[in-house]
């Protein structure tokens, strides 16, 4: 069954940049819908952002323009540059496939304060 270590995580001012990077181990990476997912204290778990294996990508309204995700299939490794950060993105950041979860990881923390 295939896990994922979420890393990248961290304190950042508004309007600054974090990379997220997530690592998978077991199963087929690279056929995978694969999804960021954030989740805010107090509220449900919200998927920001996926891409299909072949390369397309969507994102919420929340942060279209702003964020992109991009995979590299060879190290079974997907990424979340974050840009233009707002106080609005502090969340736990998780990635996950998309449709058919996958047991979660631990997720990387992210705070967008001054």
């Known amino acids: 069954q295939v896990q994922f270590v979420e890393s990248g995580g961290g304190l950042v001012q508004p309007g600054g940049s974090l990379r997220l990077s997530c690592a998978a181990a077991?199963?087929?990476?690279?056929?995978?819908?694969m999804g960021w997912y954030r989740q805010a204290p107090g509220k449900q778990r919200e998927l920001v952002a996926h891409i299909i294996s072949g390369g397309s990508t969507n994102y919420a309204d929340s942060v279209k323009g702003r964020f992109t995700i991009s995979r590299d299939n060879a190290m079974n490794t997907v990424y979340l540059q974050m840009n233009s950060l707002k106080p609005e993105d502090t969340a736990v950041y998780y990635c996950?496939?998309?449709?058919?979860?996958?047991?979660w990881g631990q997720g990387t923390q992210v705070t967008v304060s001054s």
């Open positions: 077991g199963g087929l990476f690279s056929i995978y819908a």
């Open positions: 996950n496939l998309v449709g058919r979860l996958a047991p």
